[in-house]
């Protein structure tokens, strides 16, 4: 997958090799019928886009084979920590089921510990599958596929044993919809799409710097849902002094990107509106040791600053993907696309072409010096697309193709056979952070409701541990206001968006908040995680057989309840599950106080 840029060679980002033989038997042939109901699937799918980050874009469509092909139930999965699209389809066909063929987009990929997708479809009677593709993550490929067909199901996998136009077309459009988990999985870099808009003649504003506006009003429509279905943007410093940006979605979604901005100096506007960080946070990438008073004044904004040695995008992205990014929409200027696209970071194009000309010398283009002087080191993008947007042209394309799974992405273990330099994690060390990690169980968004007394004693259903804990800290507030808040948390659809409703009204009105939750809140948190292990005979029995492991949440960012970039955090969460263990274990010599060290840093 490596390629030239101007004589500067990109990183390796992985190496393909066969399937195993053993992965491919007991199929049978799958049609073009099967085709047109894996590309309903993906549709489903794609309307999660922006919401489901860290999981994949899952879809799931029920058809009765001798009915003509009658979709008897549909699902997608919303966003993490929420229903699976298997389940809900099964809901909705009932009894239709038996008999029936599912279709999914991609492999069932259960990160509960519980299996709940696959034992919906096998429990509902569904007698055959079809999957558009294998999942990507090697601790999850093929476990679903292996288990339906060891309950003798039929697994039909598109593509890996019949080819014709509409078979690829289907597998394709599977491979576009999660495009973002895939190229994660083979590159270790988070999707990243180059947006910009030019006149007909190659600028993105005229001599003077000014751009507003290049494109029309649908196409600058388009970019808020492009900014909807991505974790973060990015912009450069040139870009926050000259335009001033709010790069928000307006589109009253669930779901509002990260805004990220890359600056060396940090030689960038006190008062801008990306600062106001009320509504969506903002981080500030920089060079180590850049204006100190500048980021203390940033902070008190609550503006995140994350130091660099040295500025690069491609250790920028690095830094994402150990966030948990899928998906970043860059927005920048001609200097820092060139560099990004340099790294090799750079996955897809978005250009909006007006039907505009503004020449001048010094007007800027998208895309600065690559270095490159003659045509044939042109990069050529894959899979073009052309659009009409009103009186706008959008070309869009990939810089590097969708990674397929003909690759199987190596272990930590494999890697580090080929490369020495590499070292594994230690075996007396178990990291989790998401839910789509190996333990992603452990998690407190991952989708385990649990009941827990209200203050009048009566049980009350919480569909995650974050979304009780986020309540809480507006438990027993005299303001009525406060009740519409937990019922707000209460109500949210996911457990991203309970978490980010709670640190909203916090951050907002802390008045709101209980008096005493620096002092109970570490309680809250145990309390709800220990219900969660109780309630769940699976979750219980994998948290013992952790016995012997050091337990850290890998969040860089959250120096709390995780163990930080360099692991200077406080690991809360993994000093939590460490004593719930040893309360389930029965060892008394593991006590609170020498678990958790006192402090009042907040979440």
């Keep these: 997958m490596a390629h030239l840029l101007g004589g500067l060679s990109t990183p390796l980002l992985c190496k393909p090799k066969p399937i195993s033989a053993s992965l491919n038997h007991n199929y049978t042939s799958v049609s073009s019928f099967d085709s047109l109901y894996i590309k309903r699937a993906a549709e489903l799918a794609d309307k999660s886009a922006g919401f489901t980050a860290p999981h994949p874009n899952f879809g799931c469509v029920i058809v009765v084979p001798n009915g003509g092909g009658t979709v008897v139930g549909e699902g997608y999965l919303y966003a993490e920590g929420t229903i699976p699209a298997e389940v809900q389809a099964v809901e909705a066909a009932g009894e239709q089921c038996r008999g029936a063929t599912a279709y999914l987009n991609m492999e069932s990929g259960d990160c509960h510990c519980d299996n709940s997708a696959v034992s919906a479809l096998i429990k509902a009677g569904i007698s055959r599958v079809v999957v558009g593709i294998r999942h990507p993550l090697q601790h999850l490929r093929g476990n679903s596929i292996h288990a339906l067909r060891s309950e003798g199901v039929q697994v039909d996998v598109l593509a890996e044993d019949t080819h014709n136009k509409t078979i690829e077309e289907a597998l394709k459009s599977c491979l576009f919809v999660n495009a973002p988990l895939l190229y994660r999985a083979a590159c270790q ?15 993105i504003a005229a001599s003077s710097g000014h751009a507003s506006w290049i ?18 943007v990015i912009v450069g410093g040139n870009t926050v002094r000259r335009d001033n940006p709010r790069l928000t979605v307006r589109h009253g979604g669930g779901h509002l990107p990260r805004r990220i901005v890359l600056s060396q100096t940090l030689d960038l506007p006190e008062e801008a509106h990306i600062w106001n960080v009320s509504e969506v946070p903002t981080i500030v990438a920089t060079q180590r040791g850049a204006r100190r008073s500048f980021q203390r004044l940033l902070a008190s904004k609550g503006v995140e600053v994350v130091e660099f040695d040295i500025l690069d995008p491609r250790d920028v992205m690095e830094y994402l993907y150990d966030r948990g990014y899928l998906s970043i929409l860059w927005e920048c200027g001609g200097a820092l696309a060139a560099s990004a696209i340099s790294s090799g970071v750079i996955h897809k194009v978005h250009a909006f072409v007006a039907p ?40 869009s394309g990939f810089l590097q193709p969708v990674p397929d799974l003909t690759p199987t992405i190596p272990s930590i273990q494999e890697t580090s056979a080929i490369d020495p330099t590499i070292s594994p994690y230690e075996a007396s060390i178990i990291f989790f952070y998401k839910t789509w990690d190996p333990y992603g169980a452990f998690s407190n968004f991952s989708l385990h409701p649990i009941q827990m007394p209200d203050e009048n004693e009566e049980l009350v259903t919480w569909s995650s541990v974050e979304h009780y804990y986020q309540a809480q800290k507006f438990v027993g507030a005299s303001d009525p206001i406060a009740k519409s808040c937990i019922e707000e948390i209460k109500c949210a659809m996911s457990p991203e968006e309970a978490a980010r409703i709670g640190r909203r009204i916090q951050r907002q009105q802390p008045n709101l908040v209980r008096p005493d939750w620096e002092s109970i809140k570490i ?18 029995s994998l948290l013992l057989s952790t016995a012997g492991s050091v337990l850290v949440e890998g969040s860089p960012h959250d120096l709390f309840w995780g163990g930080g970039r360099d692991g200077e955090g406080l690991n809360y969460l993994g000093r939590l599950l460490m004593m719930l263990r040893s309360e389930f274990l029965g060892d008394s010599s593991t006590s ?8 009042s840093e907040s979440k």
């Design 189 to 203: 870099v988070p999707f990243s799409v180059l947006k910009y808009a030019m006149t007909l003649d190659g600028k």
């Design 215 to 232: 494109s029309s009003k649908k196409s600058r429509t388009r970019v808020f849902d492009m900014r909807g279905r991505s974790d973060a």
């Design 356 to 395: 505009k000309i503004i020449g001048g010398k010094n007007a800027p283009s998208p895309v600065g010096e690559l270095g490159m002087v003659e045509m044939t080191q042109a990069l050529e993008l894959i899979d073009v697309c052309y659009e009409q947007i009103g009186p706008d042209i959008l070309v």
């Design 523 to 540: 309680d809250v948190m145990y309390k709800a995680l220990k219900c969660k292990f109780t309630t769940y005979p699976n979750l219980y």
């Design 592 to 599: 609170q106080s020498s678990l958790l060290p006192q402090t």
